[in-house]
């Protein structure tokens, strides 16, 4: 694989088995230097696996990998050493303060004391953190954590910073301020690869990004390139009774927009959708309630795969 300095990962064919199941299934994934990559899809589509792959603390079972120009199966510590990597599960040490886990965690890099110490100093500022920078993590809220995590993840000035699931039982203020501080490293020019099933998140985020199903890839483009490409302008919601729904569905057969039908609510496909919304009381449907809203990723997912992201 040629090696270009604009391409921190480059994957030809990558695939992940674990025993007879097939995690990631022969993916291609190109990421260029100053971009936002995101991995889209619900639990268990391989995005993590993808992640562990480029992150390189797990080996690739077949295809070829680059990351930052070297093979992770050769120049693993290599690469470590430029990357950020903000795990989906807590591996902060609770016991010490905000501050300590920064300067320990600088440590692994062979960094020098003072810089270390520095370097902490400033992104606790970023995090928004120095005023609990002598706290223990224990007591730090879930929102803090995450802040401190990333913020930990780049002591070292990494190249590239992996994310998996960052906002991942966030509380809806707290995922927007995490947003802001993710936001601010792209604009300095930090690329960043995140994995969500949030397609808010993802649309926020991403400059491009590839939707995941089942260990391949189904789609992918920029947010706004893959929904003009797989939905229609609009989407309307459509909620009824209980029971009332299947009645509703049947009515709607001989609507001229396509209609979706979810577990809790139909989905109506169209350009216009306050003039769907009228053409359906015009089949004698009356929902308990409806709402006329901008189509989505989650939209995508839907129309790729017939299910939800949240499945």
């Known amino acids: 694989m040629a090696n270009d300095p604009a391409r921190l990962v480059e994957a030809r064919g990558l695939t992940k088995h674990f025993g007879n199941f097939v995690a990631v299934d022969g993916i291609d994934v190109t990421v260029s230097k100053?971009?936002?990559f995101g991995f889209l899809g619900p639990n268990g589509a391989g995005k993590t696996s993808t992640m562990k792959m480029i992150g390189c603390v797990s080996p690739r079972s077949a295809g070829e990998l680059s990351v930052l120009g070297m093979d992770p199966d050769e120049y693993p510590s290599e690469i470590k050493g430029r990357l950020g990597v903000v795990p989906q599960d807590e591996t902060l040490d609770i016991e010490l303060s905000v501050r300590l886990n920064l300067l320990v965690y600088g440590r692994y890099f062979d960094l020098p004391r003072d810089l270390v110490a520095s370097r902490a100093d400033e992104?606790?500022?970023?995090?928004q953190l120095a005023d609990r920078a002598d706290a223990r993590?224990?007591?730090l809220s879930g929102g803090m954590k995450r802040r401190l995590t990333i913020a930990r993840a780049l002591i070292n000035e990494p190249d590239l910073i992996l994310l998996d699931e960052p906002t991942t039982g966030l509380d809806p203020q707290a995922r927007h301020l995490l947003w802001d501080r993710l936001y601010r490293l792209k604009r300095q020019g930090v690329s960043l690869i995140p994995t969500t099933h949030y397609?808010?998140?993802?649309e926020q985020l991403c400059?491009?990004?590839v939707v995941m199903d089942e260990g391949r890839i189904v789609a992918k483009g920029s947010p706004r390139a893959l929904i003009e490409r797989y939905c229609t302008r609009e989407v309307v919601e459509l909620r009824f009774e209980l029971d009332a729904q299947d009645e509703a569905l049947a009515r709607l057969a001989g609507l001229r927009a396509e209609v979706e039908a979810l577990?809790?609510?139909?989905l109506v496909y169209a350009d216009h959708g306050d003039e769907a919304l009228a053409e359906?009381?015009?089949h004698g449907v009356e929902p308990e309630s409806a709402l006329v809203r901008r189509s989505t990723l989650e939209d995508v997912f839907l129309s790729i795969t017939g299910r939800s992201l949240i499945d």
Request: proline share 4%.
């Open 34 to 36: 100053g971009e936002a």
């Open 123 to 127: 992104l606790l500022e970023f995090a």
């Open 137 to 139: 993590v224990e007591d």
């Open 199 to 202: 397609m808010d998140e993802a």
């Open 207 to 209: 400059d491009r990004l």
């Open 263 to 266: 577990p809790d609510r139909l």
């Open 280 to 282: 359906v009381h015009t």
